[in-house]
T-cell receptor, first 112, second 109 residues
């Protein structure tokens, strides 16, 4: 069974730029959730995709957007990057939106 | 989601059982208790979850009090590799996990 994978592992961007982060779900899972974890804090829920539709969203501005593809992989896009967007971005997959979520290793984003 | 309260940190000795407490006094009847851990700079790792009954798997045991207002995660024989931040999360049958600050557990040789 293949686990959740994310790419890239690390990324450096400058303020105002745009970034795309990628996530491949665990085999058999059709739901992907994205979280942001600032240094020293717990992960915060950004949004979830279920069968290619957004299924729920946390308190993040519209410049955070996502996509889910027919193979259930997913992208997180962040526009107009701000310094505070520097964080570890985690994706988690689950069999359905209500089942246990399994996390990938994360992408560490640094905005300068 | 109901909130949880965990001690900010605890130490335990290698080879001994580690008992991690969590209070969730406002938990609702349909809310599960989930435990995850996060080893430095890695993604959170699922440990165990339960609704009312005690649960055990290859990693840990989860003991939930009869009134469901608190629970204890037990790592039966802690090793140095169990050093991590442990998160207790109460989750309704919905889509998101709400993480708090967790408990930083340090296992000492």
């Amino acid at each position: 069974e293949t686990g959740v994978t994310q790419s890239p592992t690390h990324l450096i961007k400058t303020r105002g730029q745009q970034v795309t982060l990628r996530c491949s779900s665990q085999s058999g899972h059709n739901t992907v959730s994205w979280y942001q974890q600032a240094l020293g804090q717990g992960p915060q829920f950004i949004f979830q995709y279920y069968r290619e539709e957004e299924n729920g969203r946390g308190n993040f501005p519209p410049r955070f957007s996502g996509l889910q593809f027919p193979n259930y992989s997913s992208e997180l896009n962040v526009n107009a990057l701000e310094l505070d967007d520097s964080a570890l971005y985690l994706c988690a997959s689950s069999g359905t939106s209500q089942e246990t979520q399994y996390f990938g290793p994360g992408t560490r984003l640094l905005v300068l | 989601d109901a909130k949880t309260t965990q001690p900010p940190s605890m130490d335990c000795a290698e080879g001994r059982a580690a008992n991690l407490p969590c209070n969730h006094s406002t938990i609702s009847g349909n809310e599960y208790v989930y435990w995850y851990r996060q080893i430095h700079s890695q993604g959170p790792q699922y440990i165990i979850h339960g609704l009312k009954n005690n649960e055990t798997n290859e990693m840990a045991s989860l003991i939930i009090t009869e009134d469901r207002k608190s629970s204890t995660l037990i790592l039966p024989h802690a090793t140095l590799r169990d050093t991590a931040v442990y998160y207790c999360i109460v989750r309704a049958n919905d889509y998101k996990l709400s993480f708090g600050a967790g408990t930083t557990v340090t296992v000492r040789a």
